[in-house]
Antibody, heavy 120, light 110 residues
Framework: EVLLVESGGGLVQPGGSLRLACATS????????MNWVRQAPGKGLEWVSY????????HYTDSVKGRFTISRDNAKDSLFLQMNSLRAEDTAVYYCVRDVNYYEGLFDYWGQGVLVTVSS | QSALTQPPSASGTPGQGVTISCSGSSSNIGGHTVNWYYQLPGTAPKLLIYSDDQRPLEVTDRFSASKSGTSASLGISGLQSEDEAYYYCTTWDDNLNGPVFGGGTKLTVL
């Protein structure tokens, strides 16, 4: 069974930092690209970042470029999102999402999500 | 404002059929395949349709989808109460250089 479990969310002040983690199991993590997708309260889905299986390709949505860094540890089957200079508009549930075809917006398995709240 | 436009809401009665549209442009739907996800309140999204009209094995054939030009649509037949959820279309956008989601449609089964 494919499992994706996010952690690391919480309340942080504007300008602060958080590091999200996603522990995976049930599949060969090192063979898949991975994504972070977020959902602001009461809003729709927004793709945030992508990392290829070998970490050689990294992509970010414009609003987080220069502030967020995606990374992975294939030895530990884990995905990460380092979020710096956080803003109120970054408040959202962040989902760890397995990639099928990034260039067609096709994802298959999603974690349960972790809430990040940016507020003073 | 998403590059993909969906109606914010749709509704139908049990047993009826309903269609949800997803309108885009040549930089997204017109040049790439469309996928659909559904999301029950308080849960993570799940893949419903991929590559314009393909269903994962575990998805019932009450769900169908199609694409024409720069628009796509999701059809649900024989509505059931458990179909009440949010539905999102997604594809790649050449201008944004990344995946893009529609704004989502809340389906209510009356």
């Amino acid at each position: 069974e494919v499992l994706l479990v996010e952690s690391g969310g919480g309340l942080v002040q504007p300008g602060g930092s958080l590091r999200l983690a996603c522990a995976t199991s049930g599949f060969t993590f090192s063979s898949y690209g991975m994504n972070w997708v977020r959902q602001a309260p009461g809003k729709g889905l927004e793709w945030v970042s992508y990392i290829s299986y070998g970490s050689d390709t990294l992509h970010y949505t414009d609003s987080v470029k220069g502030r967020f860094t995606i990374s992975r540890d294939n030895a530990k089957d884990s995905l990460f999102l380092q979020m710096n200079s956080l803003r109120a508009e970054d408040t959202a549930v962040y989902y760890c999402v397995r990639d099928v075809n990034y260039y067609e917006g096709l994802f298959d398995y999603w974690g349960q999500g972790v809430l990040v709240t940016v507020s003073s | 404002q998403s590059a993909l436009t969906q109606p914010p809401s749709a509704s139908g009665t049990p047993g009826q059929g309903v269609t949800i549209s997803c309108s885009g442009s040549s930089s997204n739907i017109g040049g790439h395949t469309v996928n659909w996800y559904y999301q029950l309140p308080g849960t993570a999204p799940k893949l419903l349709i991929y590559s314009d009209d393909q269903r994962p094995l575990e998805v019932t054939d009450r769900f169908s989808a199609s694409k024409s030009g720069t628009s796509a649509s999701l059809g649900i037949s024989g509505l059931q109460s458990e179909d009440e959820a949010y539905y999102y279309c997604t594809t790649w956008d050449d201008n944004l250089n990344g995946p893009v989601f529609g704004g989502g449609t809340k389906l209510t089964v009356l």
